[in-house]
């Protein structure tokens, strides 16, 4: 089978290909993978998502994961690629990461490779030779590689007769097929034809952190998916806070400064829209945290590109703990100890926020998503989508197409920034895993009127932990506005635009209110006493929801949206109701950022095992022999051990390789190569505190 040396080596000798078409996983197989789990990456069982994927990819099905930053995609295709046979293609854009992968995977014992422009001509003759010789188990390539007619002939080879065959083909990121989504790649398309292309036909798997249902049907459809074991899970990351605050544009940098002030032992990613904001916001926050020894780094697009490597570099290494950045950063970037991320701005989308935030707290540890917004981050978007900047290579209905979907990702948006209820809840709605948690349907109407906040976003008791939840005061139940909204729409048939709705129950006496003799309307002027403005702002939550609609264009008008029924059919027991925040006013920017836990103690006060010195400062010594051996390696130190490995060497105090290896992320190879040091380091701490 060509899988050779190498160690430490997972047996693959009961795994036999059958009529060449597809590899039989025998009952060990899973056996084995579990095997290689521990093995290569310390862990002792699959996330129950990775198991269904595994145990499908295993047992020769294509898959489809759909899974939130941090869940662990990648060991859903890095495992089965280490334990059958051949070589296992993994498709990325992430071109300038494939590096990193590579480098941790090794570390992790395994043979990874990756083919892509970065190497050199001969460089990339050597990694093919070696892959036909069965020298890697798993390789990385660009999906413009597919196109490629020498790699084709290449791939041919290996999943020919006499090849050591290609048992998977993973498409990492896998929502960049869909025009849908926001990260359309052209290049993805090939990847079917490319399939389509090899004599045997490979299982496939796509894997995506953010997907809405119609992206994940493009998915399967594009990707040629044949009936694929689909596991969407755990959208809901718990150990995430989210938090959202309206506030000006100064306020907001005062209140990042401060955060970070508080947080100075953090790392955290600040986004920002636009590369001058980028330019201005680290700049001003650099001078600001200097005395407190804090180091900012800045990213984006129109830097050099050292400057760029090179600030990432450092953030990574946690040289420089806060990174003011575009979204031109993070894309897989795998740093686990990210403890915070604040939106300077508004992003495009849920998606696209849901994946920044993400990259916060992925060892699992509690971090904190803050979203700073204002009317103008609502402008400048608009206007960014009409300019259409990336789309002049389409036709005019396709470039119509796309900005309308622009509209209806940003509107998701304001929602989100609007809502009072839970913003977890309205998070995982979005994506469609409202089972998690506790979250009702969408269709299900809000509980009643006086409820919590975050009652009325039908999370029930609220998740306790997001801004909503936790400081639901500020609500403001605006349900009879936001009814005879509704029905005035529906009773003028959805012709008007908000302004024009808004003046109209108002009462206003303007001369296009007498001109389509909205004065003569049931619903005029029912709401005399509330503010044209206020209205406005409650109709454009209830557009938001997904009450009411707005048409795109110059000009939008309202019409009745697929939740209207929720209030002119109001179930009995559960009348409509309706809240929103209270408008900013008087109110100053009221920012209680919640502190972030002290997990060290936090977890040493669970665990009753008694331990020499204090853990917090075992865990600084760690930190230190860690970095030692990363800058021995030059590699990042998380690729030497997660912060969540250190912590559990403090809590259990191993003092054997055994014991080491009961340490979550501790697996053979790390024991091996990195196993000594981290042992002396403990043994010597406490000799040193045992007076
Ligand atoms: P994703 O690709 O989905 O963003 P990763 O594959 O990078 O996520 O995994 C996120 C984190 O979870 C990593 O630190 C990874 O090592 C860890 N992890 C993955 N699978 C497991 C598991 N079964 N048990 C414990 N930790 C895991
Ligand atoms: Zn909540």
Redesign the pocket.
């Known amino acids: 089978m060509g899988v050779e040396g190498g160690s430490p080596h997972v047996g693959t000798a009961k795994i036999t290909r059958t009529g060449g078409a597809m590899f039989d996983a025998g009952a060990a197989t899973m056996e084995e993978a579990r095997a290689a789990?521990s093995t290569y990456?310390g862990?002792?069982?699959?996330?129950p998502g990775?198991e269904r994927l595994v145990s499908a990819i295993l047992a020769g099905r294509d898959a489809l994961g759909v899974?939130?930053?941090?869940?662990?995609?990648?060991?859903?295709y890095?495992i089965p690629a280490l334990t059958l046979p051949g070589l296992t293609l993994v498709v990325s854009p992430l071109v300038s990461l494939m590096g990193d992968q590579v480098r941790a995977l090794k570390a992790a014992g395994a043979r990874p490779s990756y083919l892509n422009s970065t190497l050199t001509v001969p460089q990339q003759n050597t990694v093919l030779k070696r892959a036909r010789e069965g020298w890697y188990q798993i390789m990385y390539v660009a999906p413009e590689r597919l196109a490629d007619e020498r790699f084709l002939a290449f791939a041919r080879e290996l999943a020919g007769p006499d090849g050591i065959g290609i048992p998977l083909v993973a498409v990492d990121e896998a929502h960049c097929v869909s025009q849908w989504g926001q990260d359309f790649r052209p290049s993805y398309l090939e990847i079917a034809r490319f399939i389509d292309s090899l004599p045997v036909r490979p299982v496939v798997a796509a894997?995506t952190?953010t997907a809405t249902e119609r992206v994940r049907t493009d998915i399967v459809q594009m990707l040629g998916l044949r009936r694929p074991e689909t596991v969407v899970t755990g959208f809901d990351r718990q150990n995430l806070y989210f938090g959202v605050e309206e506030m000006g544009d100064k306020a907001k940098a005062l209140w990042i400064r401060d955060f970070a002030l508080s947080h100075a032992d953090a790392s955290g990613i600040i986004y920002c829209s636009t590369r001058r904001a980028v330019d201005e916001l680290a700049f001003a926050l650099g001078r600001e945290l200097a005395p407190a020894g804090i180091r900012v780094g800045r990213y984006h697009a129109g830097m050099a590109a050292d400057e760029r490597t090179e600030n990432q570099a450092a953030f990574i290494d946690d040289l420089v703990p806060v990174i003011v950045a575009t979204n031109a950063f993070g894309m897989g970037i795998?740093k686990?100890n990210v403890r915070y991320v604040i939106h300077h701005n508004v992003p495009e989308s849920i998606e696209a926020y849901y994946q920044e935030a993400?990259r916060a707290g992925?060892?699992?540890d509690p971090a904190e998503c803050h979203l700073l917004w204002n009317g103008n981050d609502f402008r400048l978007r608009r206007y960014l989508i009409d300019r259409g900047d990336d789309e002049s290579e389409l036709d005019d209905d396709a470039r119509e197409r796309a900005r309308q979907n622009r509209y209806r990702l940003l509107s998701a948006m304001e929602g989100y920034c609007e809502t009072t209820g839970c913003l977890r809840a309205y998070i995982l709605r979005y994506f469609g895993d409202e089972g998690a948690l506790g979250v009702e349907t969408a269709s299900a109407p809000a509980h009643g009127a006086t409820g919590a906040a975050a009652c009325a976003e039908g999370l029930s008791g609220g998740c306790g932990n997001c801004s909503n939840c936790t400081n639901p005061a500020e609500a403001e139940d605006v349900t009879a506005i936001a009814r005879e909204a509704v029905l005035l729409v529906r009773a003028t048939g959805g012709r008007f635009g908000r302004a024009l709705v808004a003046d109209a129950l108002h009462g206003a006496n303007t001369e296009r209110i007498r001109q389509y003799r909205l004065d003569e309307m049931p619903g005029f002027g029912t709401l005399a006493s509330e503010p044209v403005a206020h209205i406005k702002d409650v109709i454009g939550q209830l557009i938001g929801r997904g009450y009411l609609s707005q048409s795109q264009g110059q000009f939008p008008t309202v019409a009745l949206g697929p939740r209207a029924v929720e209030v002119l059919e109001e179930a009995p027991g559960k009348p409509f109701a309706f809240t929103m925040k209270r408008r900013a006013g008087g109110r100053r920017a009221a920012v209680r950022a919640r502190q972030a836990v002290d997990l060290l103690r936090d977890e040493a006060s669970r665990d009753a095992r008694p331990r020499v010195g204090d853990d917090g400062a075992l865990f600084e010594h760690l930190r230190e022999v860690r970095r030692e051996l990363a800058i021995e390696r030059a590699w990042a130190p998380y690729m030497i051990a997660?912060d969540?490995a250190l912590r559990g060497m403090c809590r259990r105090r191993p003092t054997t390789r055994d014991e080491l290896l009961e340490v979550?992320?501790i697996g053979e190879k790390k024991a091996d190569d990195f196993g000594d040091a981290f042992l002396a380091e403990i043994s010597r701490f406490e000799d040193e505190n045992r007076s």
Do not use: E, I, N
């Open positions: 789990l990456f862990y002792d069982a699959f996330r990775q899974m939130p930053t941090g869940a662990g995609k990648s060991v859903c890095q894997f952190a795998d686990p993400g992925r060892d699992g997660s969540k979550p992320g």
